[in-house]
């Protein structure tokens, strides 16, 4: 699974997820990635991109739910991931991870597995790239 | 104005250096950089939001090393099916397609639900002609093959699992997704 999420000069966000599923899985089953809201999200507050076991992305709504925390919870964007990746995932026996990006340009990319393939860029610095969790 | 800023990612799962050599870890540690210093460079040239995120997922769909269009992995019947989503913040629109098989890039057969039809998601074969009839590539389900994830189908099939991109590595190389 792949995804990106953007803010752009003018303030605005957006986000997008593609995969192409589980090894061996039945055909016909169909992931997180597709369902906004679920594998994707973005409003004018925050854009979330999502990987990781989908069936537990979609019963959580797990893109939606971080907006929800920060709309109605008052939740910075790294709390509400926080408490997403490494609260309300695990609880339902998955795993995985997401980037996120709020209206401020806040960047949020947690995950509770041992790595995840994960790349960022802010106007006038260098990228950084990262593969693992301890960098 | 905004700090313009991208996030991409390739998946998550159980990478761990021990398991990872080096040039695989060096060829991914390329493909990110390339793909979010180009999208870094249309945030700068004053590129939508919206148009940064789709051309980036459109280039780690071109990568063979992720799991999104080629190098996508296997189902049960050694077939390859694909989804893919984009969302607007500005306007809460959304597009997404699930269960193609001949699109090449099913982002772009999202963002086309987006901008030119008014609903939210296809699937399947009606997927299949919408991207068709909006004059986007489409390429035999084999096009989106590779040795590695044959392997890792041949794996799972031996091990009757199911397994998610995230764990359908191989020791030492369990790539997630």
Redesign the interface.
Known sequence: TVGAVALDSAGNLAAATSTGGMTNKQVGRVGDSPLPGAGCYASERVAISCTGTGEVFMRTLAAYDIAAMMEYGGLSLQQASDKLIHEKIPALGGSGGLIAIDTDGNLALPFNSEGMYRGYAVAGELPVVAIYREE | ?????????????????AS?DADK?LL??QA??Q???S??AL??A?????D???E??RQ??ACPL????V???????G????????????T?E?G????VRRVRH??LA?RSVLENSPH??F?GQGAESFAEKQGLEMVSNDF?STPE?RT??EH??NTQ????????GLPPDRK??
């Not at chain 2, 992720?66 to 269009?69: L, W, Y």
């Not at chain 2, 997404?96 to 269960?99: E, K, L, M, Q």
């Not at chain 2, 699992?161 to 359908?168: N, P, R």
């Open positions: 104005m905004a700090r313009a800023t991208i996030a991409i990612h390739g998946g998550a799962g159980a990478i761990a250096r990872m870890e991914y540690r990110l950089l793909i979010v210093a999208a870094q945030l700068a004053g590129s939508s939001a919206l940064v995120v789709t980036a997922v780690l769909e992720f799991n999104a269009g190098g996508a992995v296997f189902t049960h019947e077939t390859h099916e694909l989804d893919a989503s984009v969302m607007d913040g500005r809460r959304a997404a397609v699930a269960g099913p982002v999202a939210v998601l699937i989106f994830r890792q189908l799972a099939l699992q199911t397994l998610l991109d995230h764990d359908g997630f997704g």
